[in-house]
């Protein structure tokens, strides 16, 4: 089984960065790690996706220019880092994995690691 582990989250000024991490307890080999969010009271959205296997990335287009995905040296950990950071990007970020990238859905996502929270207020 695999399981995920995010960390990296606080509290943020607006225009500030911080980086997430998300860590796997095996080696992510071909799977796809995507980033996704959520605030209270709102639908939950994929943010960014990165396929292990050729190092593709995706995002969504709220992010663009301001998030970029990476994966570490050691095959097991995924770093998301935002800058210019605003207050909608406030909210619960969860990493998951699937065999492919898709921030449309979170079918078949089928790990999941427990949540850290992202503040972004003045």
């Known amino acids: 089984q695999l399981q995920l582990v995010e960390s990296g989250g606080g509290l943020v000024q607006p225009g500030g960065s911080l980086r997430l991490s998300c860590t796997a307890s095996l080696s992510l080999g071909a799977y796809a790690i995507g980033w996704f969010r959520q605030a209270p009271g709102k639908e939950r959205e994929g943010v960014a996706c990165?396929?292990?296997?050729?190092?593709?990335?995706y995002y969504a287009e709220s992010v663009k220019g301001r998030f970029a995905i990476s994966r570490g040296n050691a095959n097991n950990t995924v770093y998301l880092q935002m800058n210019s950071q605003k207050p909608e990007d406030t909210g619960v970020y969860s990493c998951?994995?699937?065999?492919?990238?898709?921030?449309?859905?979170?079918?078949?996502?089928?790990?999941w690691g427990q949540g850290t929270q992202v503040t972004v207020s003045s």
């Open positions: 998951a994995a699937r065999l492919w990238c898709d921030l449309t859905t979170t079918d078949d996502y089928k790990y």
């Open positions: 990165i396929s292990l296997s050729d190092g593709k990335t």
